[in-house]
């Protein structure tokens, strides 16, 4: 079990490491590529858009051909991607490079959730997810600080190095100490019609409909703070590389408590009632950002608190919403509803993150990320108590 948690840990961290350990460098990146924060901002829509198209891809392909091949080929292709990201001369290339990454690196994200979901159900997956989380969390928690630090060591393609290094070695464990989970029996190959009908099904679906919306919408919430905050925090607020990288892993530090907690609960709290302690928890930690945007009285201390709050109550959220969609399945689509879920996740994550920079002078502000996580995390509560009910009441 142990050695199945750092596994699959490995595979999933590799995404967060790979969108988080550069935040510092932002500002850096955009002198040097002599290019807006906007575009820059662009290159962690296009990873977010490119998981997005890669997991409708390889979720239905694992399906079909088993979880190791489709695996092995995507973490490959990310490693190379990777490295060549170190040689990127211009923005539109860096952008162009992260899509290609983000396609390839959704083979680590859809394939390790149909693992859990090939072998474990209900609680014991939601407890699974927590015991995952717990691994992947520490990716974003050390990413920033370790990102901060490495631009005192040489200029911002040596993130992309250690992100290329930390790859390659995620090959070679899942190569060695990963075995297939899905048993020749059980595989369900998909052509395009049937895939077609299959994820129609999915769609029609309120049981999976209802959460994997509520998670894409929640996760577009967080990520809007994750691609926005490096700008907000080092052009509006005056905080160093270093100040930043602090304060993002202090609230990342949230999310892994949060998602402890709610390890402890499983059993005690029924799942629907955990998430919707956490969207509540969520929504109050926005409108709060909201209005100390809205008076002026905002510092990098009490957003530290609030974001906190925030990521907090997103550790309940992520575990329980995908252990309701994906429950709701049986293992023989397991991997495209993953796919079909992790693509609105990460669509949804990229897409509302960049609105954040549509302002006037193109840069993302404190009142822009607010409106946004707002607007966002409301609708996400809205969206479980209209379908995610249905979804509760399958599992339960």
């Keep these: 079990m142990a050695l199945l948690v750092l596994v699959l840990g490995a595979l999933t961290a590799t995404g967060p490491l790979s969108t988080d350990l550069y935040l510092p460098a932002f500002p850096q990146i955009a002198r040097d590529l002599n290019a807006p924060e906007s575009q820059i901002q662009l290159t962690l829509t296009a990873i977010m858009l490119g998981l997005g198209v890669g997991q409708l891809v390889i979720g239905p392909l694992s399906d079909g051909l088993g979880r190791r091949l489709p695996l092995l080929l995507g973490v490959t292709v990310f490693t190379v991607t990777t490295f060549a990201c170190m040689l990127a001369p211009s923005a539109p290339v860096l952008v162009a490079l992260r899509f290609v990454q983000g396609v ?39 990413g920033p600080i370790l990102g901060g630090q490495l631009l005192l060591l040489g200029p911002w393609q040596l993130t992309f190095g250690v992100i290329g290094g930390v790859s390659t070695l995620t090959l070679v ?85 949060g998602t402890q907690l709610n390890g402890f609960l499983i059993g005690r709290v029924e799942t629907a009632r955990r998430l919707a302690a956490g969207l509540t928890g969520a ?46 399945q049986p293992p023989a689509v397991a991997g495209t509803a993953s796919a079909l879920m992790g693509s609105m996740q990460f669509a949804l994550g990229g897409g509302l993150a960049a609105l954040a920079g549509l302002t006037a002078t193109g840069e993302a502000t404190l009142a822009s990320m607010a409106v946004v996580m707002v607007s966002v995390g409301a609708a996400s509560a809205v969206v479980f108590a209209v379908l995610g009910r249905s979804a509760a009441r399958s599992v339960s």
Excluded: C, K
Aim: glycine share 8%; hydrophobic share 55%.
């Design 104 to 142: 390839a690196g959704a083979a680590g994200a859809v394939i390790a959730r149909a693992v859990v979901r090939d072998l474990f159900e209900g609680d014991h997956a939601a407890r699974f997810f927590t015991r995952l989380m717990l691994v992947t969390g520490m990716a974003p928690l050390l």
């Design 173 to 257: 464990v899942v190569f060695f100490w990963l075995p297939e989970s899905l048993p020749r029996s059980e595989r369900r190959e998909m052509r395009p019609a049937e895939l077609a009908r299959t994820v129609g099904a999915l769609l029609r679906d309120a049981r999976f409909v209802g959460p994997a919306l509520t998670l894409g919408l929640s996760f577009g919430m967080m990520f809007t703070y994750v691609s926005s905050f490096s700008f907000v925090s080092q052009n509006q607020f005056g905080a160093t590389a270093q100040q930043f990288s602090l304060i993002f892993a202090v609230n990342t530090l949230g999310i892994i408590i």
């Design 283 to 328: 929504l109050v930690a926005v409108v709060t950002m909201s209005l100390l945007a809205a008076t002026g009285s905002a510092g990098l201390l009490s957003l530290t608190v609030v974001f906190f709050g925030m990521m907090f109550s997103v550790g309940f959220v992520f575990p329980n919403a995908t252990t309701l969609a994906i429950s709701s």
